[in-house]
């Protein structure tokens, strides 16, 4: 009974500690820096250009392959598949 009793602690003891152990003080809470509602609508635009580079540049980095005749047959399948799984509006 008393190594029942032992052992319950001790696994209570080892479950509960290494959280409390694992947080460091030290390190300081993130920064959070917000923009005024000027700024905001300032940098729409450029925000909307920035990722439309970016999609030319991961566009160009993997090219598209010509579908062939067996996979142009199966894309309306696929699509009705896509439609079923994320409905329209989801996204």
Known sequence: MRTVL????????LATGAPL????????????????????S???????????????M???MFPVEPLT?????RVPLARGIVAKMIPEGTM
């Open 6 to 13: 032992v052992s319950s602690i001790a696994a209570a003891a």
């Open 21 to 40: 152990f694992a947080q460091d003080e030290d390190t300081p809470p993130p920064m959070v820096i917000l923009k005024s509602d000027q700024d905001a």
């Open 42 to 56: 300032d940098a729409g635009t450029s925000e909307e250009d920035e990722m439309a580079a970016a999609m030319a």
């Open 58 to 60: 991961l566009s160009g």
């Open 69 to 73: 005749e067996d996979q142009e047959a």
